[in-house]
């Protein structure tokens, strides 16, 4: 036990070195980059007066290490300072976007993670058949395809030809929770489309390198029945592996909706990173940016330390 | 030539339709202007055209022919995602093999930092330094190639691993070979089906998300033709059934999807293992 826990804990040190240091270069980055980020944003017209004033504002004449802390700290008690284009608080900007992503990604992980565990395991069940074929040709090609062709695609049947659901999800935050979830459905489908194929690949994978085991063989020649087999022998061995695969997905899914939300015109934290970038609103940009890349390490880091808890051979050793 | 005739039938259709589809599009790319219309950003006739004579695929948001513009994106888009994946495998390539030929200190200096950077996420951390270097063409390239390198110096690291190792580099290190002879001469050669297959899959992926950027109004900017930037333009038509915008998309989808297929099939012959992933 001691050493499970020995592992974790060193896990968990290394994610927080790395959010640390993540958030180091989400500040610091603006810093390194070659030229004067005042004077681009004020165009070269500013005079060196308005450039000095604008830097003093922006507290760019302190030392970096004062800023970054002074920043660190806001953005621990959650003050993200302030917006350069809307004057406003970062935080009061991102609070119900941020909120909005995640019922997003929410639901369009409720539909694929289900999906792509029962196609997966079907497809490694009935590998090389024909089943398992068309499965293969389906997922590279869902692979490759742009997150956006795929949304116009359910936009154009969906919404346009048939018109089942809106293929704009305007949401406030007086709906119903159905209502909600009605109007997020095609940006969660689009999602779906795009992660299911990832994670029903290394579902597939996983099980298929567990049915090649030798105890799953003895189990065979004992003539239990294949449904018995994977069900009580081949799934609690493949846990560990599959648990791993849906959390690094759900990493993935926080960081894809960014482009979906942008098609759907969804209220998102996604949307609002866009839109800052092309304004140039760097404490927006820096607030998002460490959001998404926060939750991106703690969703691995949780991938991580799930698969050292779920190791049998961890858990009881000899 | 009798060989390659042997190897192509040996090919399953999947991968013959990929080869199909990425000659197709080369031949686009190269022979562009001899088979539009009219000029890039010329602008021929009114708003949104629908298909028809004189303009086979209609017109875009600002009455530019959108054939002409579909075969220009080919140059556009693919030649800037080529550039790209070719600066990613030189860099990530070139430290990759570095790292396991010198070994040590240099191995674990570069190693951590492309853990830290692959921490990131690579779109949000594109748009960190797009918001502060602004979208030019050559920016674009190098951050995009800066970013992907990392993947590119896990795998030529983790291939690279397991033959610095062998006996003839221990050899050719005792005859006084230098640095360079050593990684171009003996580890590369044998690290090369990997790292092509890599090379089709890192290609597809920096492909979609350059188009993915330019999506965003955050790649490639206008009047250049280019793909994703024309399926933002001309989004509105869909509203109206009209499938003029899934084109540009369509066309990213299948070169995409032509070269996975392809990258898949060499994958199963250069690795009996490689079955699943």
Redo the contacts between chains.
Sequence with gaps: MAKILKMVTQRLALGFLTLFVVSMIIFLGVELLPGDFAQEILGQSATPETVAAFRRELGLDLPWYTRYFDWLGGVVQGDFGKSLASRRDVSDLIGGRLLNTLFLAAVAAAISVPVAMILGVLAALYRNTLFDRTINVFTLTSISFPDFFVAYILILFLAVNWNIFPSISNVSSDLGFWEHVYRVILPALTLTLVIVAHMMRMTRAAIINLLASPYIEMAMLKGISRSRIVTHHALPNALAPIINVIVINLAFLVVGVVVVEVVFVYPGLGQLLVDSVAKRDIPVVQASCLIFAATYILLNLTADVLSILTNPRLLHPK | MAQIWKLLKSAPP?ALFGLAVIAAYILVAIFGPLLTPYGESEIVGSQFELWGEGFVLGTDNLGRDMLTRLIYGARNTIGIAFVTTCLAFLIGGVLGLLATTLGGWADQLLGRLV??LM???I???A????????TSVPVLILVIAVLDSTRVFRLARSVSMNIVVLDFVEAARLRGEGTWWIITREILPNAMPPLVAEFGLRF?FVF?FI??LS????GIQPPTADW?SM?RDN?TL????D?T??LP??A??LL??G???VV?WFLHKTSGIR???
Excluded at chain 2, 127 to 134: D, F, R
Excluded at chain 2, 238 to 241: C, K, R, V
Aim: glycine share 10%; net charge negative.
């Design positions: 999947t853990d830290v921490a990131i996420p779109l949000i951390f748009l960190l330094i797009l918001t502060i270097t602004g597809c979609l188009s993915a999506f965003l109004g955050l994703g399926v989004a869909i509203t109206y059934g499938i915008p899934l998309a369509g990213i989808a995409t999807v070269v996975n297929f898949d079955d699943d992933k």
